[in-house]
């Protein structure tokens, strides 16, 4: 049982030493084993390159994620919104108009602010609404979240991977081209062989 194992362990290794074009072949050009050894050398590059420039591409981005995490967290403050009045109208740039209520709060400084703001489900006069305001008292966004900085910091470790890939690929794809320029050349080059010998070799 144990025999069988390694001879089909040993199968394997040949089928992929085979395909990789690392065997004794007669049929297999010069040529053949330059565009191989380009293609282990890009590949060797690859995967020498990828790690850190993903490694500090993610840490680059966490980092700065963290930055703005904490700036956010810091400048932005949460209150509570009362309604003032209802029925307003507003607009998302040329193509959205929303209903809109206004509203009062009071800022982290101690003063009253009044503005419009988008309603929300079941909005009337006298409802509390939790947002999030800037140092100065206007409406903000929320704080960024963590989540989405682990996910930028994702994201950019894949862009790295791609940015190392890709100019890796469009070289094996020149050398690949190039190689089957060669190819072609030495068919047609056998070819002629071929027929000048069946030409001599022809019986008068």
Known sequence: ?????????????????????????????RIDRMQRFFAFALLILFLAAAPPVAAYCTHWSYDSGMKAEQQERTHRHAVTATVLSTGGIGSSGDRYVHETVRAQWVWPAGKTHVDSLPAWKNAKIGSAQRIWVDDAGKVAVRPRPHSRTVTDAVYAAGAAVLGVAFPILVAYGLVRRRCDRRRDDLWEADWARMDADAGHNRPS
């Open 1 to 29: 049982m144990r025999k069988t194992r390694v001879g089909k362990d040993c199968s394997r290794l040949r089928r992929l030493w085979r395909r990789c074009g690392l065997e004794r072949n007669e049929l297999r050009r």
